[in-house]
Nanobody, 126 residues
Framework: VQLQASGGGLVQPGGSARLSCAFS????????IAWFRQAPGKEREGVSA????????NYADSVKGRFTISRDNAKNTVYLQMNDLKLDDTAVYYC????????????????????WGQGTLVTVSS
């Protein structure tokens, strides 16, 4: 299973960016998909999760109303639309997935995801 994240770069405060994560591999139903991020000197944190295409997405409080996760199962791709970016959003962003549908209480917990992408750096700076 391979996950390829893209879309990072330098963005001004208040700007927008869209991250993409393409999945490939066999025997995986691409159930729950999530985005995590890790800022320098900080622990990895859950940003958003799509437990299935039928579930309402989960968001960290810090990004609610600004970030939107979406998935295109036909293309095996998940997106993270990030609007009104702030300096604190600067981090390496990772996509992750696992077999099957994760329970809501664990949706933003990194330990419950099996497969990870390589990360893409988003820098918010003026």
């Amino acid at each position: 299973v391979q996950l390829q994240a893209s879309g990072g770069g330098l963005v001004q405060p208040g700007g927008s960016a869209r991250l993409s994560c393409a999945f490939s591999g066999s025997g995986l139903d691409f159930g729950s998909i999530a985005w995590f991020r890790q800022a320098p000197g900080k622990e990895r944190e859950g940003v958003s999760a799509s437990r299935s295409r039928h579930d309402i997405p989960n968001y960290a409080d810090s990004v609610k109303g600004r970030f939107t996760i979406s998935r295109d199962n036909a293309k095996n791709t998940v997106y993270l639309q990030m609007n009104d970016l702030k300096l604190d959003d600067t981090a390496v962003y990772y996509c992750a997935t696992r077999q099957g549908r994760i329970v809501m209480s664990a949706a933003l917990s990194a330990q419950h995801y099996t497969y990870w992408g390589q990360g893409t750096l988003v820098t918010v700076s003026s």
